[in-house]
């Protein structure tokens, strides 16, 4: 099965350079515990331009009818692959929906410092 979407790049003022970005669906089902990595994609580092960006993405995963699943997002500005101040994530949630259309606007926000 395949999940589409578009992750929002907030307008930021000035370019910016994100040297990678992650996009993975994990298994929320079990609350409190570890959300389990199910699949995941990098996409090439990009230039994000000073009024913001929508950028496309699609997932191909295994999905199981009785769990919950949710996409995350870490826009990587320097290529450490550690959350770091300036990075732009997902801050909420953002449920796979269990049926129908699976597109999903993901928006991403800057790490405070």
Known sequence: ???TGTLSFPPSG????????EVTVRDITELGGPAAT???????????PPDGLNLPFSIDVELEGNRTYAVRA??????????EVGD????EAHVVPSGGDRTLIVPLHPVPG
Do not use: C, K, Y
Request: aromatic residues 0%; positive net charge.
């Open 1 to 3: 099965m395949q999940i």
């Open 14 to 21: 000035a370019p910016r350079r994100v040297e990678r970005v």
């Open 38 to 48: 199910v699949a995941r994609v990098e996409l090439p580092g990009l230039d994000v």
């Open 74 to 83: 870490h826009a990587d500005r320097n290529g450490s692959r550690a959350v």
């Open 88 to 91: 732009l994530v997902t801050t």
